[in-house]
């Protein structure tokens, strides 16, 4: 069972910066952001693979926001710079999924979500 805790969501102004959290219990090889706006659809931001050291990105985040890990720390990082208001949403980090990465339906476990607030 792989736990998963997120943290560091709130409210911004537009151009502002946030670093998310997502704590885990270190029972993954994989982690990813994933969010999701009122009405809207889940949609995935970025991806982390341990074992080959890669990330992948959702365009619309490309060169703003960074995810990372802390091996450490079993804690992996959503660094997002330059935000905007479509930007608004809950923040989930999500584990156990495929190389299909932006698919959530692949995703086995899921935190609570952080809910970011970007206003113009």
């Known amino acids: 069972q792989v736990q998963l805790v997120e943290s560091g969501g709130g409210l911004v102004q537009a151009g502002d910066s946030l670093r998310l959290s997502c704590a885990t219990n270190?029972?993954?090889?994989?982690t990813a952001w994933f969010r999701q706006a009122p009405g809207k659809e889940r949609e995935f931001v970025a991806v982390v693979y341990y074992s080959i050291g890669k990330t992948y990105y959702a365009d619309f985040v490309k060169e703003r926001f960074t995810i990372s890990r802390d091996n450490a720390k079993n804690t992996v990082y959503l660094q997002m710079n330059s935000l905007k208001p479509e930007d608004t949403a809950v923040y989930y980090c999500a584990a156990g999924g495929t190389l299909r990465y932006s698919r959530p339906d692949d995703y086995a476990y899921w935190g609570q979500g952080t809910p970011v607030t970007v206003s113009s």
């Open positions: 270190g029972r993954t090889l994989m």
